[in-house]
């Protein structure tokens, strides 16, 4: 454990790629597997059951602090996290305090038991680990036990120390470490063996993640850069969920680039792909679809995360898997071959299937003769349903993660509306102590009514600015909420609406952010909730909706 | 719930008003905001001396760093720590606070009754400030910069072996070692503190940028020892980047002022620092907690030790401990209006 403290806190201290992937490569070098494998798995963002809830913690952390309720809420809306919080009110431990265990006994023995336990017996637990650790300690304790570790350090750079380490191929290594491993020395051992022979059944290759296009390929300096329209397959970007479908052997695993295994809640798809020649692995966006149409996320989202599906649901959130690449073809890993020779080899493929009736489909290439003719098309995006476009580089491999300039995701250009700022909470981690967590109103009569919330797009400086001003104009707290006078206008970006019954405003924007602020506008002049319905789609339509994984 | 919320009252020996807190039986107010005919301060910081007062009343061993801050011109008056003083119906002393060199408590008692107004203190060790001294009273002022439990302060030579293993590891790497604190107070007493521990023979050699240096006189004057050092011009700069630790204020962290001295590793001094967002948000590579202002704990232990019946609190966001004070406590506690700053 003090080991992994301090490879904690060296990851805290520094924003340097390259000193955070020393840190890592150190640490390493320094402990065994045992230790290493819990690291790794903990680092990249593997979460174990959650082993204890935030408000037994609390309690807990007030009774043994002496600390009222109350006040251990202040401090921690004061701090901003709450491990944090809760490790600087503990009383510090004594001087004959024993020694912190090694990680993978603090997972092992105090942390992967505690979901079988009643309160009685977890307390117990908590205050034996609290009883062995300093402050920086308990802190990481803390993050364990609440399942929430982030350190700025994601599965990209783990994987490159971890490889680095090794001395293997960051790429075999980071395929090796998708899908589900176990955090023992001997799996571990096997994992960072450059000589290892791994059974590969069932486990997705690492994705490959598009970028938004910032560039305009009408203008000069964009169409530089991308070079013809030739050059690039595009696709329609469809708002669904991505995911890797693998036909191996006998196994049909479907995975979501969350890399979960979401197969039982798709069983059509599972049985369709049966139809796959083993040794196939397809890359694609799953839609639910109704009459050929897109329907919102949120229908999509009724099925995601079943273990069962019933007849009903089956029969009124109908899905599709939209594929658009091949990685695995005939038992071969495809990723090196350019994107235009695996296009050809996946239209083959589906050549080879029925083309109606059954939930896999081949995602069609747009034609067009230039970047113009595409602009124009995009422009209707939003009427057919689609978030935009998805360029990829024909002569481009799939490379793992997110790698700049194969694939952009060139979407409709965002719908805006002026907004008032109705409420602030403070930031988290870096931005604790200030106010950059919004929530945006439009007029209703003389009522303003909530529509969003925001805490991206501004500069630092504005966040600051804007920071003084709510400071200087809150009328009433509502735990970590303050609201203030209705003062100040921002321009709201968003890249759709939707209706909701679940908002007073009865619609829900998705990705809103602030695009800039408004001090030429009076908060009277802001938009009302009629001109903000006035954007939602018609109400047959479909239009894209719900919070998806872009 | 406790009774209604206690409140400023007139018989108050201290009253706040626009000009900030006055003193109505001795006709003077104390750290005033704007200028005042009769101004008692109790240290230099710019948030307390403030010029343009017709008279000033200070502590003696602070006289000389006031002077260098408001000006020679001024009309002073100073007074010994314990010595008394008749203003009007009151009877003024000043204590020793531990805050900063010359740093005072102002005791005011008219008619038996006694008020104690911390001024900015602490009651940790500080080798360059006088230590704090308890005065018992009735009603305690008290300042609240720290005021929630999450800010509780180790122990300062804890703090200090921290800063000599990050200046080793810089001069290992070599990079320059820039440690920000404030140029009145922390500066000196980060500077102070490394006397004991290094002697007259640093490792490297210690610059001081020109905002600290200009005062450490009065501090020597005072009998305070400190490490030698040399001023960080771009002479000194070039002869000893690469290894020497460098006392500035924070306000020369992320200038061009920095350039000079090659790589470097910034640490900032506060007791902000305590907090992990705060640190980050200050962009330094190192934050060490070291306050010259009171912790939770410490103001909880003056506030019981001096016996007060009544708090007051300013100076901070003290909300949270005025509620402690009267639920847990069940002292009558308000916070004073806030000073805009
Ligand atoms: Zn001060
Ligand atoms: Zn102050």
Redesign the interface.
């Known amino acids: 454990m003090k080991r992994f403290v301090r490879l904690f806190v060296e990851l805290?201290?520094?924003t340097r790629t390259t000193e955070k992937v020393a840190a890592l490569e150190r640490y390493f070098a320094a402990v065994p597997p045992a230790d290493a494998a819990w690291a790794t798995s903990v680092l990249m963002g593997r979460r174990v059951k959650r082993a204890a809830g935030t408000g037994q913690l609390r309690e807990w952390v007030a009774e043994a602090?002496g600390?009222?309720l109350?006040?251990v809420e202040?401090?921690y809306d004061?701090?901003?996290?709450l491990a944090?919080?809760l490790a600087?009110?503990l009383p510090p431990p004594g001087p004959d305090a024993p020694p912190p265990p090694p990680l993978h006994r603090v997972m092992e023995d105090w942390i992967l038991p505690l979901p079988e336990l009643d309160d009685e017996a977890t307390r117990e637990v908590v205050e034996t680990a609290w009883r062995h650790l300093d402050e920086t300690e308990r802190l990481v304790f803390h993050k364990l036990l609440t399942g929430g570790f982030r350190v700025g350090v994601g599965k990209k750079l783990v994987t490159r120390a971890l490889a680095a380490h090794a001395g293997m191929d960051p790429a075999v290594l980071a395929h090796r470490l998708t899908g589900p491993w176990s955090p023992d020395p001997d799996t571990f051992r096997t994992l960072v063996d450059p000589d290892a022979d791994l059974p590969d059944a069932g486990r997705p290759y690492p994705f490959l993640l598009a970028h938004p296009l910032q560039l305009d390929p009408l203008e000069p300096e964009g169409a530089r850069e991308l070079g013809p329209v030739s050059d690039w397959i595009v696709e329609w970007k469809w708002d669904g969920i991505r995911a890797q479908l693998i036909r191996r052997d006998e196994e049909v695993l479907l995975w979501s680039r969350g890399e979960e295994v979401v197969t039982p809640a798709f069983p059509e798809i599972e049985e369709a792909a049966r139809l796959l020649p083993p040794g196939t692995v397809l890359d694609g966006e799953l839609l639910a679809v109704g009459d050929d149409r897109p329907l919102p996320f949120a229908e999509l989202q009724r099925r995601l995360g079943r273990k069962r599906v019933g007849p009903k649901i089956l029969r009124d959130v109908p899905v599709k898997l939209l594929a658009w690449d091949l990685l695995e073809d005939g038992g071969r890993d495809a990723r090196a071959l350019p994107q235009a020779e695996r296009r050809g080899a996946l239209e083959a493929l589906f050549r080879n299937l029925p083309e109606r009736g059954i939930p896999l489909a081949l995602s069609r290439e747009v034609d067009a003769p230039d970047w113009e003719a595409l602009a124009r098309l995009r422009e209707g995006a939003r009427d057919r349903g689609v978030e935009g476009f998805m360029l990829k580089r024909r002569d481009a491999p799939y490379g793992a993660g997110r790698e700049r300039g194969t694939w952009w995701k060139w979407k409709v250009d965002p719908l805006t509306l002026d907004a008032v700022l109705m409420y602030a909470q403070r930031g988290?981690?870096?931005?604790?102590?200030?106010y950059t967590d919004y929530t945006f109103g439009v007029w209703d009569g003389d009522d303003l009514v909530p529509v969003g919330k925001a805490y991206s797009g501004l500069t630092d400086k504005e966040i600051r600015e804007t920071d003084r001003w709510i400071r200087r104009h809150i009328v009433e707290k509502f735990g970590p909420v303050r609201s203030v006078e209705p003062g100040l206008v921002f321009e709201l970006a968003f890249d759709s609406i939707r209706r909701s019954s679940r908002h007073r405003s009865g619609v829900a924007l998705r990705f809103p952010r602030m695009a800039r602020r408004r001090p030429d506008k009076a908060p009277a002049e802001a938009d009302t909730l009629a001109r903000v319905r006035a954007l939602l789609p018609p109400a047959e339509g479909h239009g894209p909706a719900g919070p998806g994984d872009g | 719930m406790p009774s209604p919320p206690p409140t400023i009252r007139p018989t108050d020996l201290v009253v706040p008003d626009a000009g900030g807190l006055f003193v109505p039986a001795a006709d003077l107010w104390i750290d005033p905001r704007r200028p005042v005919p009769r101004a008692l301060v109790t240290h230099g910081h710019a948030d307390h001396a403030r010029s343009g007062s017709e008279h000033y009343l200070a502590a003696a061993s602070g006289a000389e760093i006031l002077r260098l801050r408001l000006g020679r011109e001024i009309s002073l008056q100073t007074l010994e720590f314990g010595e008394v003083l008749q203003v009007g119906d009151a009877r003024i002393s000043l204590h020793p606070a531990g805050h900063v060199l010359g740093s005072a408590q102002v005791r005011i008692e008219v008619g038996g009754d006694v008020t104690v107004v911390t001024g900015d203190y602490k009651r940790q060790p500080d080798p360059s400030a006088e230590p704090f001294e308890l005065v018992p009273c009735r009603t305690l002022v008290s300042e609240c910069t720290f005021g929630l439990p999450v800010y509780r302060w180790p122990d300062p030579s804890g703090v200090m072996e921290e800063v000599l293993r990050w200046w080793e590891e810089n001069r290992e790497a070599g990079r320059t070692s820039i440690l920000c604190g404030y140029a009145f107070g922390k500066a000196q007493r980060l500077l102070a503190s490394l006397t004991p521990l290094l002697g007259d023979d640093p490792p490297a050699p210690i610059l001081v940028h020109g905002a600290v240096e200009r005062l450490l006189p009065p501090y020597r004057q005072a009998g305070i020892h400190f490490p030698p050092t040399d001023k960080a011009g771009v002479e000194e700069a070039r002869a000893h980047k690469g290894r020497a630790l460098v006392i500035a204020p924070p306000s020369a962290a992320g200038t061009p002022w920095t350039r000079k001295f090659g790589p470097v590793s910034v640490g900032f001094a506060s007791g902000w620092m305590r907090v992990r967002g705060m640190r980050r948000r200050r962009a330094g590579d190192r934050g060490f907690v070291l306050s010259d202002h009171v912790d939770w704990d410490g103001l909880m232990d003056t506030v019981e030790e001096t016996g007060a019946e009544r708090v007051l609190l300013t100076h901070g966001a003290a909300t949270a401990a005025v509620r402690f004070l009267r639920e847990e406590r069940g002292l009558a506690a308000v916070e004073l209006p806030r000073e805009d700053r």
């Not at chain 1, 004061?78 to 996290?81: E, L």
């Not at chain 1, 988290?428 to 200030?434: F, T």
Request: no cysteine; charged share 30%.
């Open positions: 805290d201290r520094t602090s600390t009222p109350w006040l202040e401090s004061a701090v901003g996290d944090e919080t600087l009110l988290h981690g870096r931005r604790a102590s200030l």
